[in-house]
């Protein structure tokens, strides 16, 4: 199966001299095509950052990041953004979601940018606003006007708009409720299964990083486990269930 993400001992470090962090130590990591893979560990052990380096937000010290067929080292900042618009749907941990325009103008002018426009781009955005449970009276707000979790929803929409290749989600049921956090990741789920959607979730939460096909651990910036979950049918509601650990 080919590789749709690889990281080649992939270093990040932040600052220098004594006051450096270590964020990614020498990390090595293949995700196939068709994954849906849950990356876990404790706050600060680099999992933003891994993907911020995947998305080409940033820059590894050294080491190599191949998305799509593509060292991202290689290319300029205008080729990378390409690369994300056409490819990455990207939910952030903290949304950032465009202050001053409306919640559904932050969705349409994605669409916008891959050339959607009009009556068509306003009723894809309807739907996807609708899908990830944004009420539609929040439609024509700030996103400042939003609650947490419906900002979350909002970043959901925004990040799957053009049908992404590779979706990477930085703990997009953070701010959710559980009934909330369950319709996200069986939405997730299909996408994966359906359209083979690369998923590359984030998450504190042991019940939500059993609904890949693999989970990793993170921890002090190096990848500490690598399991793969067994397969599941879509839609079914799997009693929660720990994975085992490599050391039992
Ligand atoms: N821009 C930055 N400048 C300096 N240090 C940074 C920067 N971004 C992250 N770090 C540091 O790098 C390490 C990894 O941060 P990262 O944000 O990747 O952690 P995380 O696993 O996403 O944590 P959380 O679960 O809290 O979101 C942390 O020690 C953090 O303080
Ligand atoms: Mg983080």
Same mark, same amino acid.
């Given at each position: 199966?080919?590789? &749709?993400?690889?990281?080649?001992?992939? !270093?990040?470090?932040?600052?220098?001299?004594?006051?450096?962090?270590?964020?990614? #130590?020498?990390?090595?990591?293949?995700?196939?095509?068709?994954?849906?893979?849950? &990356?876990?560990?404790?706050?600060?052990?680099?999992?933003? !950052?891994?993907?911020?380096?995947?998305?080409?937000? #940033?820059?590894?010290?050294?080491?190599?990041?191949?998305?799509?067929?593509?060292?991202?080292?290689?290319?300029?900042?205008?080729?990378?953004?390409?690369?994300?618009?056409?490819?990455?749907?990207?939910?952030?941990?903290?949304?950032?979601?465009?202050?001053?325009?409306?919640?559904?103008?932050?969705?349409?002018?994605?669409?916008?940018?891959?050339?959607?426009?009009?009556?068509?781009?306003?009723?894809? !955005?309807?739907?996807?606003?609708?899908?990830?449970?944004?009420?539609?009276?929040?439609? #024509?707000?700030?996103?400042?006007?939003?609650?947490?979790?419906?900002?979350?929803?909002?970043? &959901?929409?925004?990040?799957?708009?053009? #049908?992404?290749?590779?979706?990477?989600?930085?703990?997009?049921?953070?701010?959710?409720?559980?009934?909330?956090?369950?319709?996200?990741?069986?939405?997730?789920?299909?996408?994966?299964?359906?359209?083979?959607?690369?998923? &590359?979730?984030?998450?504190?939460?042991?019940?939500?990083?059993?609904?890949?096909?693999?989970?990793?651990?993170?921890?002090?910036?190096?990848?500490?486990?690598?399991?793969?979950?067994?397969?599941?049918?879509?839609?079914?509601?799997?009693?929660?269930?720990?994975?085992?650990?490599?050391?039992?």
């Amino acid at each position: 199966m080919s590789n &749709v993400i690889i990281l080649d001992r992939v !270093t990040k470090k932040y600052g220098s001299g004594h006051g450096a962090t270590l964020a990614l #130590d020498e990390v090595d990591l293949a995700i196939p095509a068709g994954q849906f893979i849950a &990356v876990m560990g404790p706050s600060g052990c680099g999992k933003t !950052t891994l993907l911020n380096l995947i998305a080409g937000l #940033d820059d590894p010290t050294s080491g190599h990041v191949v998305v799509a067929g593509e060292d991202l080292g290689k290319l300029s900042e205008r080729a990378r953004f390409e690369i994300r618009l056409r490819h990455i749907g990207i939910v952030f941990q903290s949304f950032n979601l465009l202050p001053r325009v409306s919640v559904a103008r932050n969705v349409m002018w994605r669409l916008e940018l891959v050339g959607l426009r009009g009556r068509k781009a306003r009723d894809r !955005t309807a739907a996807l606003l609708e899908e990830a449970g944004v009420p539609e009276a929040a439609w #024509d707000r700030f996103p400042g006007e939003l609650s947490g979790g419906e900002q979350q929803r909002v970043g &959901v929409a925004r990040a799957l708009a053009t #049908d992404p290749r590779i979706l990477l989600a930085d703990e997009p049921t953070g701010n959710l409720d559980s009934l909330g956090a369950k319709r996200l990741l069986d939405q997730l789920r299909r996408l994966n299964q359906q359209r083979r959607m690369v998923v &590359v979730l984030v998450t504190h939460d042991p019940h939500a990083g059993i609904v890949g096909s693999r989970s990793i651990e993170l921890r002090d910036g190096r990848v500490i486990r690598d399991v793969a979950s067994p397969p599941r049918e879509v839609g079914v509601v799997v009693p929660f269930e720990r994975p085992h650990d490599a050391n039992g």
